[in-house]
Protein backbone atom coordinates (compact mmCIF):
# COMPACT_ATOMS: atom_id res chain seq x y z
CA UNK A 1 0.00 0.00 0.00
CA UNK A 2 2.84 2.68 0.50
CA UNK A 3 3.86 2.12 -2.96
CA UNK A 4 0.19 3.25 -3.97
CA UNK A 5 0.64 6.13 -1.68
CA UNK A 6 3.83 7.13 -2.65
CA UNK A 7 2.75 6.93 -6.32
CA UNK A 8 0.08 9.47 -6.17
CA UNK A 9 2.18 11.54 -4.12
CA UNK A 10 4.70 12.84 -5.69
CA UNK A 11 5.45 16.22 -4.64
CA UNK A 12 6.94 14.59 -1.73
CA UNK A 13 9.83 13.85 -3.36
CA UNK A 14 9.47 16.53 -6.76
CA UNK A 15 8.19 20.02 -4.56
CA UNK A 16 5.76 20.06 -7.56
CA UNK A 17 2.90 19.10 -9.20
CA UNK A 18 3.17 18.08 -13.32
CA UNK A 19 1.69 20.48 -15.10
CA UNK A 20 -0.33 17.88 -16.91
CA UNK A 21 -2.06 16.93 -13.88
CA UNK A 22 -2.40 20.93 -12.82
CA UNK A 23 -3.22 22.77 -16.06
CA UNK A 24 -2.58 26.23 -16.24
CA UNK A 25 -6.34 27.28 -16.76
CA UNK A 26 -8.58 27.20 -13.61
CA UNK A 27 -12.09 27.30 -13.81
CA UNK A 28 -14.58 29.83 -12.02
CA UNK A 29 -14.13 26.41 -9.12
CA UNK A 30 -11.07 26.91 -8.55
CA UNK A 31 -11.42 30.11 -6.64
CA UNK A 32 -13.80 28.54 -4.55
CA UNK A 33 -12.19 26.02 -3.65
CA UNK A 34 -9.30 28.12 -2.38
CA UNK A 35 -11.30 29.95 0.01
CA UNK A 36 -13.50 26.80 1.20
CA UNK A 37 -9.87 25.31 2.52
CA UNK A 38 -9.53 28.40 4.41
CA UNK A 39 -12.46 26.77 6.56
CA UNK A 40 -12.61 23.91 8.84
CA UNK A 41 -14.93 21.65 7.63
CA UNK A 42 -14.84 19.16 5.00
CA UNK A 43 -14.48 19.97 1.35
CA UNK A 44 -17.22 17.39 -0.60
CA UNK A 45 -16.29 18.43 -4.27
CA UNK A 46 -19.58 16.63 -6.47
CA UNK A 47 -19.76 16.61 -10.55
CA UNK A 48 -20.28 14.31 -13.49
CA UNK A 49 -17.74 12.22 -14.76
CA UNK A 50 -14.46 13.48 -16.18
CA UNK A 51 -15.58 17.23 -15.76
CA UNK A 52 -12.76 17.97 -13.66
CA UNK A 53 -12.89 17.16 -9.89
CA UNK A 54 -9.65 15.70 -10.21
CA UNK A 55 -7.81 18.49 -11.67
CA UNK A 56 -9.25 20.76 -9.31
CA UNK A 57 -7.89 18.94 -6.61
CA UNK A 58 -4.45 18.92 -8.44
CA UNK A 59 -4.51 22.26 -9.00
CA UNK A 60 -5.66 23.03 -5.14
CA UNK A 61 -2.35 21.17 -4.32
CA UNK A 62 -0.02 23.06 -6.75
CA UNK A 63 -1.37 25.77 -5.37
CA UNK A 64 -0.98 24.78 -1.52
CA UNK A 65 3.02 23.48 -1.92
CA UNK A 66 4.04 27.51 -2.55
CA UNK A 67 3.26 27.74 1.68
CA UNK A 68 2.87 24.54 2.72
CA UNK A 69 5.43 21.73 3.03
CA UNK A 70 4.82 18.79 0.54
CA UNK A 71 4.94 15.57 2.91
CA UNK A 72 1.85 17.06 4.61
CA UNK A 73 -0.27 17.15 1.57
CA UNK A 74 -1.87 13.89 0.73
CA UNK A 75 -3.65 12.57 -1.83
CA UNK A 76 -4.91 9.43 -2.66
CA UNK A 77 -7.33 8.23 -5.74
CA UNK A 78 -9.99 5.05 -5.05
CA UNK A 79 -11.14 5.05 -8.50
CA UNK A 80 -9.01 1.94 -8.96
CA UNK A 81 -7.79 1.34 -5.42
CA UNK A 82 -9.81 0.24 -3.08
CA UNK A 83 -7.71 0.61 0.12
CA UNK A 84 -9.24 1.70 3.70
CA UNK A 85 -8.97 5.04 4.17
CA UNK A 86 -8.17 4.54 8.21
CA UNK A 87 -5.24 2.25 6.71
CA UNK A 88 -4.19 4.81 4.49
CA UNK A 89 -3.90 7.94 7.01
CA UNK A 90 -2.62 5.39 9.33
CA UNK A 91 0.37 4.53 7.53
CA UNK A 92 0.87 8.41 6.48
CA UNK A 93 0.91 9.11 9.85
CA UNK A 94 3.32 6.73 10.65
CA UNK A 95 5.66 6.36 7.19
CA UNK A 96 5.30 9.67 6.03
CA UNK A 97 5.02 12.27 9.00
CA UNK A 98 6.49 10.47 11.35
CA UNK A 99 4.55 11.54 13.86
CA UNK A 100 1.33 11.93 15.44
CA UNK A 101 -1.45 13.75 13.50
CA UNK A 102 -1.89 16.38 16.82
CA UNK A 103 1.89 17.61 16.98
CA UNK A 104 2.43 17.29 12.97
CA UNK A 105 0.76 21.27 12.17
CA UNK A 106 -1.74 21.90 9.15
CA UNK A 107 -2.27 18.34 7.40
CA UNK A 108 -4.38 18.44 4.18
CA UNK A 109 -5.66 15.15 2.82
CA UNK A 110 -7.90 14.69 -0.49
CA UNK A 111 -9.64 11.81 -1.68
CA UNK A 112 -10.61 11.40 -5.09
CA UNK A 113 -13.93 8.91 -5.89
CA UNK A 114 -14.37 7.98 -2.42
CA UNK A 115 -17.61 7.22 -2.68
CA UNK A 116 -16.23 3.71 -3.69
CA UNK A 117 -15.18 2.42 -0.52
CA UNK A 118 -17.29 0.80 1.62
CA UNK A 119 -18.11 3.28 5.09
CA UNK A 120 -16.11 5.80 4.08
CA UNK A 121 -18.21 8.40 5.99
CA UNK A 122 -16.75 6.78 9.03
CA UNK A 123 -13.11 7.24 8.31
CA UNK A 124 -13.78 10.48 7.94
CA UNK A 125 -15.68 11.51 10.30
CA UNK A 126 -13.52 9.72 12.88
CA UNK A 127 -9.94 11.54 11.99
CA UNK A 128 -11.82 14.85 11.29
CA UNK A 129 -13.31 14.71 14.98
CA UNK A 130 -9.82 13.64 16.91
CA UNK A 131 -7.81 15.90 14.36
CA UNK A 132 -8.95 19.50 13.94
CA UNK A 133 -5.70 20.22 12.06
CA UNK A 134 -6.78 17.82 9.23
CA UNK A 135 -8.02 19.33 6.63
CA UNK A 136 -10.69 17.00 4.00
CA UNK A 137 -10.98 17.47 0.10
CA UNK A 138 -13.02 14.96 -1.26
CA UNK A 139 -14.83 14.01 -4.47
CA UNK A 140 -17.80 12.02 -5.35
CA UNK A 141 -19.58 11.15 -8.64
CA UNK A 142 -22.83 10.19 -6.92
CA UNK A 143 -24.91 12.92 -4.80
CA UNK A 144 -26.85 10.00 -3.61
CA UNK A 145 -24.16 8.30 -1.69
CA UNK A 146 -23.35 12.25 -0.67
CA UNK A 147 -27.33 13.02 0.39
CA UNK A 148 -27.44 9.04 2.61
CA UNK A 149 -23.90 8.57 3.61
CA UNK A 150 -22.66 12.15 4.28
CA UNK A 151 -26.24 14.04 5.81
CA UNK A 152 -26.32 11.51 8.45
CA UNK A 153 -23.28 10.70 8.66
CA UNK A 154 -21.42 13.96 8.18
CA UNK A 155 -23.87 16.15 9.20
CA UNK A 156 -22.60 19.78 10.12
CA UNK A 157 -18.79 18.94 9.46
CA UNK A 158 -18.84 19.16 5.43
CA UNK A 159 -19.83 21.75 2.69
CA UNK A 160 -20.63 20.63 -1.31
CA UNK A 161 -19.04 22.11 -4.53
CA UNK A 162 -20.65 21.13 -7.25
CA UNK A 163 -18.49 21.17 -10.77
CA UNK A 164 -20.59 21.43 -13.24
CA UNK A 165 -19.50 20.50 -17.08
CA UNK A 166 -17.16 22.91 -18.94
CA UNK A 167 -19.57 25.88 -20.02
CA UNK A 168 -19.27 27.09 -23.50
CA UNK A 169 -17.01 30.39 -22.00
CA UNK A 170 -15.09 28.48 -20.62
CA UNK A 171 -14.67 26.30 -23.80
CA UNK A 172 -13.59 29.90 -25.32
CA UNK A 173 -11.19 30.34 -22.56
CA UNK A 174 -9.47 27.55 -22.82
CA UNK A 175 -9.10 28.02 -26.44
CA UNK A 176 -7.60 31.66 -25.34
CA UNK A 177 -10.44 33.41 -27.33
CA UNK A 178 -12.06 36.29 -25.17
CA UNK A 179 -16.01 35.56 -25.26
CA UNK A 180 -16.87 38.79 -25.63
CA UNK A 181 -15.20 39.51 -28.63
CA UNK A 182 -16.77 36.63 -30.39
CA UNK A 183 -20.16 37.76 -29.68
CA UNK A 184 -19.63 40.80 -32.48
CA UNK A 185 -18.94 38.05 -35.09
CA UNK A 186 -22.14 35.48 -35.45
CA UNK A 187 -20.62 33.24 -37.77
CA UNK A 188 -17.60 32.41 -35.86
CA UNK A 189 -19.42 32.46 -32.94
CA UNK A 190 -21.89 30.06 -34.49
CA UNK A 191 -18.88 27.57 -35.79
CA UNK A 192 -17.36 27.78 -32.33
CA UNK A 193 -20.77 26.95 -30.61
CA UNK A 194 -21.48 24.52 -32.92
CA UNK A 195 -17.83 22.82 -32.19
CA UNK A 196 -18.27 23.22 -28.31
CA UNK A 197 -22.05 21.25 -28.69
CA UNK A 198 -19.59 17.99 -29.53
CA UNK A 199 -17.40 18.45 -27.08
CA UNK A 200 -19.76 19.91 -24.22
CA UNK A 201 -18.52 19.40 -20.65
CA UNK A 202 -15.25 17.58 -20.66
CA UNK A 203 -12.10 20.09 -20.37
CA UNK A 204 -10.01 17.32 -21.44
CA UNK A 205 -11.11 17.34 -25.11
CA UNK A 206 -11.66 20.87 -25.69
CA UNK A 207 -8.64 21.16 -27.90
CA UNK A 208 -9.13 17.83 -29.69
CA UNK A 209 -9.32 17.87 -33.54
CA UNK A 210 -10.42 14.29 -33.71
CA UNK A 211 -14.17 13.62 -33.97
CA UNK A 212 -13.95 10.29 -33.91
CA UNK A 213 -11.57 10.45 -30.48
CA UNK A 214 -13.71 13.20 -28.63
CA UNK A 215 -16.93 10.86 -28.99
CA UNK A 216 -14.63 7.45 -27.90
CA UNK A 217 -13.13 9.86 -24.99
CA UNK A 218 -16.93 10.59 -23.93
CA UNK A 219 -18.76 6.77 -24.80
CA UNK A 220 -15.33 5.31 -22.61
CA UNK A 221 -14.79 7.17 -19.63
CA UNK A 222 -18.21 8.97 -19.02
CA UNK A 223 -21.12 6.54 -20.23
CA UNK A 224 -19.44 3.50 -20.15
CA UNK A 225 -18.28 4.08 -16.81
CA UNK A 226 -21.51 4.96 -15.30
CA UNK A 227 -23.51 2.06 -17.04
CA UNK A 228 -21.20 -0.26 -16.47
CA UNK A 229 -19.41 0.37 -13.59
CA UNK A 230 -20.99 2.77 -11.07
CA UNK A 231 -24.32 1.81 -11.53
CA UNK A 232 -23.79 -2.05 -10.48
CA UNK A 233 -21.64 -1.46 -7.87
CA UNK A 234 -23.15 1.78 -6.02
CA UNK A 235 -26.61 0.01 -6.24
CA UNK A 236 -25.82 -3.57 -7.05
CA UNK A 237 -28.00 -3.39 -10.60
CA UNK A 238 -27.15 -6.51 -12.37
CA UNK A 239 -29.26 -6.02 -15.56
CA UNK A 240 -26.49 -4.29 -17.55
CA UNK A 241 -28.67 -4.50 -20.68
CA UNK A 242 -31.54 -2.35 -19.27
CA UNK A 243 -29.44 -0.05 -18.01
CA UNK A 244 -27.81 0.78 -21.27
CA UNK A 245 -31.24 0.52 -23.07
CA UNK A 246 -32.73 3.28 -20.89
CA UNK A 247 -29.43 5.29 -21.08
CA UNK A 248 -29.31 5.74 -24.80
CA UNK A 249 -33.00 6.14 -24.74
CA UNK A 250 -32.55 9.25 -22.69
CA UNK A 251 -29.41 10.55 -24.25
CA UNK A 252 -30.57 9.53 -27.97
CA UNK A 253 -33.69 11.28 -27.51
CA UNK A 254 -32.81 14.65 -25.29
CA UNK A 255 -36.04 16.16 -24.34
CA UNK A 256 -37.99 12.84 -23.62
CA UNK A 257 -40.93 13.46 -21.75
CA UNK A 258 -41.61 9.53 -20.18
CA UNK A 259 -44.41 8.02 -19.23
CA UNK A 260 -42.88 5.23 -16.64
CA UNK A 261 -46.09 3.20 -17.17
CA UNK A 262 -45.25 3.27 -21.05
CA UNK A 263 -41.58 2.76 -21.38
CA UNK A 264 -41.87 -0.26 -18.31
CA UNK A 265 -44.26 -1.95 -20.73
CA UNK A 266 -42.15 -0.99 -23.84
CA UNK A 267 -39.40 -2.37 -22.25
CA UNK A 268 -40.89 -5.45 -20.50
CA UNK A 269 -39.72 -4.51 -17.30
CA UNK A 270 -42.03 -2.97 -14.01
CA UNK A 271 -43.07 0.74 -12.92
CA UNK A 272 -40.70 0.51 -9.97
CA UNK A 273 -37.90 -0.91 -11.49
CA UNK A 274 -37.94 1.69 -14.70
CA UNK A 275 -38.15 4.09 -12.30
CA UNK A 276 -34.99 3.34 -9.91
CA UNK A 277 -33.17 3.14 -12.83
CA UNK A 278 -34.14 6.98 -14.00
CA UNK A 279 -33.49 7.99 -10.53
CA UNK A 280 -30.25 5.82 -10.59
CA UNK A 281 -28.75 8.00 -13.84
CA UNK A 282 -29.86 11.20 -11.98
CA UNK A 283 -27.65 10.28 -8.87
CA UNK A 284 -24.86 9.58 -10.93
CA UNK A 285 -25.65 13.34 -12.82
CA UNK A 286 -25.55 11.33 -16.10
CA UNK A 287 -29.11 12.90 -16.88
CA UNK A 288 -31.51 15.39 -15.95
CA UNK A 289 -35.02 15.56 -15.16
CA UNK A 290 -37.50 18.86 -15.59
CA UNK A 291 -40.20 18.58 -13.58
CA UNK A 292 -44.23 20.13 -15.48
CA UNK A 293 -43.99 23.59 -13.95
CA UNK A 294 -47.54 24.01 -11.61
CA UNK A 295 -47.98 26.43 -8.50
CA UNK A 296 -47.88 23.54 -6.10
CA UNK A 297 -44.38 21.54 -6.03
CA UNK A 298 -46.61 18.99 -5.08
CA UNK A 299 -48.27 19.31 -8.20
CA UNK A 300 -45.66 19.47 -10.40
CA UNK A 301 -44.02 16.70 -8.55
CA UNK A 302 -46.86 14.05 -10.32
CA UNK A 303 -46.70 15.21 -13.54
CA UNK A 304 -44.64 13.72 -16.40
CA UNK A 305 -41.13 14.53 -16.33
CA UNK A 306 -38.77 15.06 -18.79
CA UNK A 307 -35.05 13.84 -19.14
CA UNK A 308 -32.24 15.34 -20.86
CA UNK A 309 -28.24 13.99 -20.94
CA UNK A 310 -26.12 15.81 -18.98
CA UNK A 311 -24.26 17.41 -21.41
CA UNK A 312 -24.76 17.36 -25.42
CA UNK A 313 -21.58 15.85 -26.10
CA UNK A 314 -22.89 12.10 -24.75
CA UNK A 315 -26.10 12.86 -27.52
CA UNK A 316 -23.07 12.97 -30.12
CA UNK A 317 -20.66 10.61 -28.99
CA UNK A 318 -23.15 7.42 -28.79
CA UNK A 319 -24.66 8.33 -32.47
CA UNK A 320 -23.92 11.17 -34.57
CA UNK A 321 -26.90 11.18 -36.92
CA UNK A 322 -29.48 11.32 -34.01
CA UNK A 323 -27.19 14.35 -32.52
CA UNK A 324 -27.95 16.42 -35.96
CA UNK A 325 -31.30 14.99 -36.71
CA UNK A 326 -32.63 15.82 -33.34
CA UNK A 327 -30.41 19.34 -32.85
CA UNK A 328 -33.67 21.27 -31.55
CA UNK A 329 -33.32 18.95 -28.49
CA UNK A 330 -29.35 19.02 -28.57
CA UNK A 331 -29.68 22.65 -28.12
CA UNK A 332 -32.24 22.19 -25.45
CA UNK A 333 -30.25 19.77 -23.62
CA UNK A 334 -27.41 22.73 -24.00
CA UNK A 335 -29.73 25.57 -22.06
CA UNK A 336 -31.00 23.50 -19.84
CA UNK A 337 -27.43 22.78 -18.30
CA UNK A 338 -26.65 26.24 -18.58
CA UNK A 339 -29.49 27.64 -16.85
CA UNK A 340 -29.66 24.89 -14.83
CA UNK A 341 -33.57 24.62 -15.39
CA UNK A 342 -35.95 22.49 -13.02
CA UNK A 343 -39.06 23.23 -14.75
CA UNK A 344 -40.67 23.07 -18.50
CA UNK A 345 -44.54 23.28 -19.11
CA UNK A 346 -47.33 21.48 -20.97
CA UNK A 347 -50.95 21.26 -20.48
CA UNK A 348 -53.68 21.30 -23.01
CA UNK A 349 -51.10 21.18 -26.08
CA UNK A 350 -49.36 24.02 -25.03
CA UNK A 351 -46.03 24.00 -23.77
CA UNK A 352 -43.20 25.97 -23.07
CA UNK A 353 -39.29 24.27 -23.16
CA UNK A 354 -38.15 25.85 -19.64
CA UNK A 355 -40.02 27.81 -17.25
CA UNK A 356 -37.40 29.53 -14.37
CA UNK A 357 -39.04 30.25 -11.04
CA UNK A 358 -36.31 32.34 -9.03
CA UNK A 359 -37.87 35.92 -8.88
CA UNK A 360 -40.74 35.51 -10.78
CA UNK A 361 -41.56 32.85 -13.66
CA UNK A 362 -39.47 33.12 -16.88
CA UNK A 363 -40.75 31.35 -19.75
CA UNK A 364 -37.78 30.00 -21.96
CA UNK A 365 -38.32 28.30 -25.63
CA UNK A 366 -35.94 27.09 -27.77
CA UNK A 367 -35.86 26.99 -31.32
CA UNK A 368 -33.48 25.49 -33.85
CA UNK A 369 -35.11 28.37 -36.40
CA UNK A 370 -37.80 30.85 -35.68
CA UNK A 371 -41.20 31.56 -37.08
CA UNK A 372 -42.65 34.58 -35.79
CA UNK A 373 -45.59 32.89 -34.70
CA UNK A 374 -43.31 31.24 -31.61
CA UNK A 375 -43.11 35.26 -30.69
CA UNK A 376 -46.84 35.48 -30.44
CA UNK A 377 -47.51 32.13 -28.80
CA UNK A 378 -45.39 32.65 -25.97
CA UNK A 379 -46.37 36.54 -25.72
CA UNK A 380 -49.95 34.55 -25.08
CA UNK A 381 -48.20 31.85 -22.79
CA UNK A 382 -46.60 34.90 -20.46
CA UNK A 383 -50.71 36.30 -19.72
CA UNK A 384 -51.77 32.70 -18.90
CA UNK A 385 -49.09 31.75 -16.58
CA UNK A 386 -48.68 35.36 -15.05
CA UNK A 387 -44.99 35.12 -16.14
CA UNK A 388 -42.38 38.29 -15.82
CA UNK A 389 -40.54 37.67 -18.91
CA UNK A 390 -40.30 35.60 -22.31
CA UNK A 391 -37.15 34.61 -23.84
CA UNK A 392 -36.41 33.01 -27.21
CA UNK A 393 -33.40 31.45 -27.69
CA UNK A 394 -31.66 30.13 -31.35
CA UNK A 395 -28.72 29.57 -33.14
CA UNK A 396 -30.15 32.85 -34.98
CA UNK A 397 -30.08 36.54 -34.22
CA UNK A 398 -33.46 37.59 -33.60
CA UNK A 399 -34.86 41.18 -32.70
CA UNK A 400 -37.72 40.89 -29.72
CA UNK A 401 -41.25 41.06 -30.64
CA UNK A 402 -43.98 40.50 -28.73
CA UNK A 403 -42.54 41.46 -25.65
CA UNK A 404 -40.30 38.62 -25.96
CA UNK A 405 -36.68 38.60 -25.29
CA UNK A 406 -34.59 37.00 -28.26
CA UNK A 407 -30.95 36.07 -27.68
CA UNK A 408 -28.67 33.42 -29.80
CA UNK A 409 -27.30 30.36 -28.11
CA UNK A 410 -23.67 31.49 -28.36
CA UNK A 411 -24.61 34.17 -26.38
CA UNK A 412 -26.40 32.84 -23.85
CA UNK A 413 -24.24 32.44 -21.01
CA UNK A 414 -23.36 36.30 -21.52
CA UNK A 415 -26.79 37.70 -21.09
CA UNK A 416 -29.24 37.93 -17.91
CA UNK A 417 -31.92 35.41 -19.28
CA UNK A 418 -33.13 34.91 -15.59
Same mark, same amino acid.
Given at each position: ?????????????????????????????????????????????????????????????????????????????????????????????????????? /?????????????????????????????????????????????? /???????????????????????????????????????????????????????????????????????????????????????????????????????????????????????????????????????????????????????????????????????????????????????????????????????????????????????? /??????????????????????????????????????????????????????
Amino acid at each position: MREDIERYNEWWFTGKVRRELAPEYRRRDYAKLLKALQNRQIVIITGLRRVGKSTLMYQAIDHLLETTPPQQILYFSFDEEKHDPKQILKIYEREVLKKPFE /EAGKIYVFFDEIQNVDGWTVAVKQFYDLYPSVKFVLSVSSTLLLSV /EAVHKLAGRFTTLKVKPLTFVEFLELKKIKPERIMDFPRHAQTLFSEYLTKSGFPQVAAWDSEDMVAEYVRNSVGERIMFRDIPSVFGTKNISLIKDMFKLVVLNPGLVINLNNLAKDLQSTRVTVSNYLRYFETTLAIKALSNYRPSTLASSRKLKKYYPATTSLTYAYDKNSFYEKFGGVLETYVVSALDAQYYFREDGREVDVVLVDDGLVLV /EVKESVASEDFSRLGKLVSLLKARKAVIISMEEQKARENVQAVPVYCLELSSVG
